[in-house]
T-cell receptor, first 115, second 112 residues
Framework: NAGVTQTPKFQVLKTGQSMTLQCAQD?????MSWYRQDPGMGLRLIHY???????DQGEVPNGYNVSRSTTEDFPLRLLSAAPSQTSVYFC??????????????FGPGTRLTVL | GQQVMQIPQYQHVQEGEDFTTYCNSS?????IQWYKQRPGGHPVFLIQ?????EVKKQKRLTFQFGEAKKNSSLHITATQTTDVGTYFC????????????FGKGTKLSVIP
């Protein structure tokens, strides 16, 4: 199993550009989520999904969209990038047997810089 | 909303010294998890505690969950340079909740 994969690993955007961060898992996990990590702020939940076709907002959803058309994939879209979205983005998945509160498996992260 | 506070934010220890990080929640947790993130890496699951007063050990690491299920601690005995990284706690509210709330982490540096 590859586990949780994320692409790209690094990305530089200009303000106003849009892009999609890709996340995929091959563990048949129902629950998937996106976090951003900023220095001194820990991990903050952006959006999450409890299964295909179901998504919901986390703590910091503004400026981001998600969709979950399949169990495996959970892309994160930045509609109009802003410098405040410069961060490291982690995708995570879990079985989902306890909602989103069971063991999380994290991807390697995408380091995004918005100029 | 639920908050999970973690202290200290940074800790520098001499190799061989002990290290402890503490996690406190404003509400009762259904479970608490601990993760380790090496520099430049991603968070990796260490352990989950579910029961009130639970204590679990992994070699030199000891994890505790408070009686009221509102606090937790991670203690490392005789730190080694391989322990370097950021340690996060994450709490769940349980049934009906679909979110884990992460503490801000404790960054551990070990001086050889």
């Amino acid at each position: 199993n590859a586990g949780v994969t994320q692409t790209p690993k690094f990305q530089v955007l200009k303000t106003g550009q849009s892009m999609t961060l890709q996340c995929a898992q091959d563990m048949n996990h129902e629950y998937m989520s996106w976090y951003r990590q900023d220095p001194g702020m820990g991990l903050r939940l952006i959006h999450y999904s409890v299964g295909a076709g179901i998504t919901d907002q986390g703590e910091v959803p503004n400026g981001y969209n998600v969709s979950r058309s399949t169990t495996e994939d959970f892309p994160l879209r930045l509609l109009s990038a802003a410098p405040s979205q410069t961060s490291v983005y982690f995708c995570a998945s879990s079985l989902g047997t306890s909602g989103g509160t069971d063991t999380q498996y994290f991807g390697p992260g995408t380091r995004l810089t918005v100029l | 909303g639920q908050q999970v506070m973690q202290i200290p934010q940074y800790q520098h220890v001499q190799e061989g010294e002990d290290f402890t990080t503490y996690c406190n929640s404003s509400t009762t947790l259904s479970n608490i998890q601990w993760y380790k993130q090496r520099p430049g890496g991603h968070p990796v699951f260490l352990i989950q505690l579910v029961k009130s007063g639970e204590v679990k050990k992994q070699k030199r690491l000891t994890f505790q969950f408070g009686e009221a299920k509102k606090n937790s601690s991670l203690h490392i005995t005789a730190t080694q340079t391989t322990d370097v990284g950021t340690y996060f706690c994450a709490g769940g509210l349980g049934a009906g909740s679909y979110q884990l709330t992460f503490g801000k982490g404790t960054k551990l540096s070990v001086i050889p």
